[in-house]
């Protein structure tokens, strides 16, 4: 009967992950987020063996990456060609890997099982939950996709990003996954064990303990929601008196399309034309890879006639495409052209995607290629920082999967007085990935406080405000331009400041003082 009981569990956990999916974008149903991480907390605290919580975790981990990052599946089968049953196993096995990262959720609490449930839901589950997420973030370079915080990016605690960043959010929305258990479930925990206790005690301490719990769930839910409404009034950087005018280009060329040898002209001849329409603006931006090729490639089509008329009409362009270092390497970039120099400013990028832009030991993976495509060579990582000139103005530049990562956008801060992105999101087309992708983009304009202009190829594109809300966009899809004002900023943020170090030292601290505390009481037990 009890090993039927833990097997359902096992089924609960990963409907529980898989249920959390809707929270983040497009359905943004965001209340999922803390009822999908209640389930798992109070899944795990009905544990006592150490094999059942780290199964309970990988079953949660399962369900989540399964259905939130089943976007994979498509990139290897609609463009790299790979044959159904091999994409779908490749696939799988990204969601098993990612997945031993909850699983390792369920080991770290595993060492508290002797602690009272009050105890373990307020300081070890959130704080055992934020630190798998960082690793998540850092980790065989990171993955920092799906992150309880992402959920909250039109709530009041993403206003806690500026202060602790992403992970910030993601403790304080594991905190209140925390107070629903022990105001809802902690009756049933208590009488279903009470660890340390002989059996003779479950009736008569159950009900007493179960009474505090929930008082201290009610108390500890009014906290939270009172320190994050005081968040959203605090105002962290200013506005500066310089104004400029932009628009984003959304081409919408198919990923499947726009490699084609008899597209490329055409590709790009679309953009050239929607920045003709556009030079009113200040700036013009052109999505990643926009320029399907080496920029040296097309500067007849496009680089010179573009440059003139930029110069012409005092306004700044910015392109992707590829440039090739001086050790014949190739490199993801951006130039901007408008300036009256010999030399376009240019920057590339630093965080390669792995397994799409380098493969390791790609030499010993040429058999696949009978299967599926296999790039020829790996691109190369750029080593300048992201910081670029443009219209009087510094933008801190990133390129798709780099704004994922917060830690390294602060390090061109305070300097920058906006940010600028340019993605395709094309190899993922209707899936969830696209929307996925701006939600986390949203929360680097609230961790530095700034304007961020993102453009895409095929959506989501847009203008977000400092408060991390989409103020101008097009539908994703569609051919458009976002067009807007924004204005610099200045100043840090504490997270532009501290990054993610106080929440960090702050979970590890929490995790050891409660070890500390376990093993003491072991000792004089």
Known sequence: MQSDFKRRNYLYSLIA????????????????????????????????????????????????FGVGASWVYQS????????????????????????????????????????????????????????????????????????????????????????????????????????????????????????????????????????????????????????????STLQWTTATDKRITVSLLQGNIAQDQKWLPEMRAPSVERYMDMTRASWDSDLIIWPETAIPGMFTQFNDLVMAPMQSEALANNSRLVLGGFLQNEKGQFENSVIVLGDNTEYPDSYSKRHLVPLGEYIPLLKYLRWLERWMDIPYDNLTRGTEDGLLDINGLKAQVSICYEDAFGEEIIQ????????????????????????????????????????????????????????????????????GVVTGEIVAYAGSTPYVRFGNYPVVVGVFSILLLMLLLVRFNRRIG
């Open 17 to 64: 992950g898989a249920c959390m999916v809707p929270a983040f974008a497009p359905l943004n149903i965001f209340p999922l987020a803390f009822l999908s991480l209640a389930a798992l907390f109070y899944l795990v605290s009905l544990s006592t063996r150490r094999l059942h919580s780290v199964m309970l975790g990988w079953c949660f981990g399962v369900g989540l």
């Open 76 to 231: 290897m089968h609609s463009f790299a060609q790979a044959p159904a049953v091999l994409a779908g196993f490749l696939t799988l096995a990204f969601v098993m890997v990612l997945a031993l990262q909850i699983a390792l959720f369920g080991w770290i609490i595993s060492f508290f099982t002797r602690s009272l449930l009050i105890f373990r839901l307020i300081l070890v589950y959130p704080a055992a939950w934020v630190l798998v997420e960082w690793f998540r973030g850092w980790f065989l370079t990171g993955f920092p996709w799906l992150y309880l915080g992402h959920t909250q990016s039109d709530t009041w605690l993403a206003y806690l990003a500026p202060i602790g960043g992403t992970l910030l959010v993601s403790w304080v929305g594991a905190l209140v996954a925390a107070g629903l258990v022990a105001l809802t479930n902690s009756p049933l925990i208590e009488r279903y064990h009470q660890v340390g206790l002989p059996a003779a005690n479950y009736v008569r301490t159950s009900e007493p303990m179960a009474h505090w719990n929930r008082i201290v769930g009610v108390l500890f839910l009014a906290a939270l929601g009172g320190v994050s409404w005081y968040a």
């Open 412 to 479: 061109d801060l305070p300097e920058a007085d906006f940010l600028l992105n340019v993605t395709n999101d094309g190899w993922f087309s209707n899936s969830l990935q696209p929307y996925q992708h701006m939600q986390i983009a949203r929360m680097r304009a609230l961790e530095t406080g700034r304007y961020l202009l993102r453009a895409t190829n095929t959506g989501v594109s847009g203008i977000v405000n400092p408060q991390g809300e989409i103020v101008e966009t097009v539908a994703p899809y569609t051919q």
